[in-house]
T-cell receptor
Framework: AQTVTQSQPEMSVQEAETVTLSCTYD???????LFWYKQPPSRQMILVIR??????QNATENRFSVNFQKAAKSFSLKISDSQLGDAAMYFC?????????????FGTGTRLKVLA | DTAVSQTPKYLVTQMGNDKSIKCEQN?????MYWYKQDSKKFLKIMFS???????INETVPNRFSPKSPDKAHLNLHINSLELGDSAVYFC???????????FGPGTRLLVL
């Protein structure tokens, strides 16, 4: 089964500190993409970072970076220097190929609270 | 310019009514999706269209009927609304060969 597991329903971090959100997934494909999306209270889904599975180098976007462990099927998100605006639901997702198109599977989300 | 737009943003209606949600993207993408996000925030794909053709239908009740008049638009019509249909519905689009989905702002549907 194609699944994405986010085992932390909720996380808290002090402002300016670092937090890591975990994600594991299950796929039989060898080539796929992985994503982290952020959903603030406005409910807009915002792409945070993406990773191509064929690339060994971990993706980085400013304060956001990933730890991609392909063999372990793990894709964690690290947020450095946390800011109040980082408070949101974070969803891990991956893209698979199905019936000639692409399908995106999402995890159940992790709610991140940032404490002042 | 809004990349993916949805109307309406909020929809409150009675059980048994029929309602539609519209989605438009101006990104030139050829693939569009409908997702349902339930009260526990779980985001589940419902439909996918590629160049106006239905590609993915994830065992959604046939009260839900998507329609794609052209590749920039994907509408969702829901017949005989039920309490369990209350959710946030997201439209998204992507270019067929691309890897990133772009989401609309969501439509919060409340069925009373």
């Amino acid at each position: 089964a194609q699944t994405v597991t986010q085992s932390q329903p909720e996380m808290s971090v002090q402002e300016a500190e670092t937090v890591t959100l975990s994600c594991t997934y299950d796929t039989s494909e060898s080539d796929y993409y992985l994503f982290w999306y952020k959903q603030p209270p406005s409910r807009q889904m915002i792409l945070v970072i993406r990773q191509e599975a064929y690339k060994q180098q971990n993706a980085t976007e400013n304060r956001f970076s990933v730890n991609f462990q392909k063999a372990a099927k793990s894709f964690s998100l690290k947020i450095s220097d946390s800011q109040l605006g980082d408070a949101a639901m974070y969803f891990c997702a991956y893209r698979i190929t199905q019936t000639g198109t692409y399908k995106y599977i999402f995890g159940t989300g992790t709610r991140l609270k940032v404490l002042a | 310019d809004t990349a993916v737009s949805q109307t309406p943003k909020y929809l409150v209606t009675q059980m048994g009514n029929d309602k539609s949600i519209k989605c438009e993207q101006n990104l030139g993408h050829d693939t569009m999706y409908w997702y349902k996000q339930d009260s526990k925030k779980f985001l589940k794909i419902m439909f996918s269209y590629n160049n106006k053709e239905l590609i993915i239908n994830e065992t959604v009740p046939n009260r839900f009927s998507p329609k794609s008049p052209d590749k920039a638009h994907l509408n969702l019509h829901i017949n005989s609304l039920e309490l369990g249909d209350s959710a946030v519905y997201f439209c998204a689009s992507t270019y067929g060969g691309g890897e990133t989905q772009y989401f609309g702002p969501g439509t919060r549907l409340l069925v009373l």
